[in-house]
């Protein structure tokens, strides 16, 4: 997303405070909702002029606060169940590698801000099985050139509109069967064209 397009929905995030979303239109909802998208802004813009000792601290809350205005709209939220009460995700195992390290959630059904936001998204929390620090860093596409370790890795493709992969990815080798990387395609169709697959039905 480009500066100019995040700009534009800022804008239409900062319309909605006037004329809030769903649940949030009275109440205790509707200046939780105001409120936590103002902050949620305010951080994310300071944590995109700081330095990267900062930054991260910034954007950690700014996602909390974005998703305090996400649950104080939530239909399926009902009564007081729209309130959060922790971060609802913690990392453990500091005796460990920093790979190594686990990132555990709170169980479903509890009050934390990770917990409800999935909730409220239809996304399944992992509250039993810690996922390792190496494995989320790798879902992040700034982090796709900085591995953590040498081992294989799994990571995301990324496509939008006009391109597919703008970074080195094991399925473009594949796909097009070449043994150098593919620095950019135009768009997913012309792979599938090129290679005559057609999605499955």
């Known amino acids: 997303m ?7 929905a800022w804008e239409r995030l900062r319309a909605s405070r006037s004329n809030p979303p769903a649940r949030a239109d009275t109440g205790s909802r509707r200046k939780t909702y105001a409120s936590a998208l103002e902050q949620a802004q305010q951080l994310f813009r300071a944590a995109a002029v700081v330095g990267p000792a900062t930054s991260p601290v910034l954007v950690f809350y700014g996602l909390s606060q974005a998703g305090r205005a996400i649950t104080a709209a939530a239909w399926s939220l009902k009564g007081e169940d729209w309130r959060l ?4 995700i913690k990392a453990t195992g500091f005796d460990r590698s920093f790979p190594d390290i686990e990132i555990r959630t709170d169980p ?3 009050q934390g801000s990770f917990v409800k ?9 992992w509250d039993m099985d810690p996922l390792r620090l190496e ?3 790798d879902l992040l596409p700034p982090n796709l050139r900085y591995p953590l370790t040498t081992r294989d890795r799994l990571t995301p493709l990324y496509v939008d509109e006009v391109s597919i992969g703008a970074h ?8 097009l069967s070449s043994d150098q ?5 135009r768009s997913l169709s012309q792979i599938i064209e090129a290679r005559r697959w057609r999605p499955a039905r």
Do not use: F, N, Q
């Open 2 to 8: 480009s500066d100019r397009d995040a700009d534009k």
């Open 117 to 125: 936001v999935s909730e409220v998204l239809d996304s399944p929390v």
């Open 168 to 175: 080195e990815h094991p399925l473009l080798g594949t796909v």
């Open 181 to 185: 990387w593919v620095a950019r395609v």
């Open 85 to 88: 009460d922790t971060h609802g």
């Open 108 to 110: 479903p059904g509890t």
């Open 135 to 137: 494995d989320v860093w």
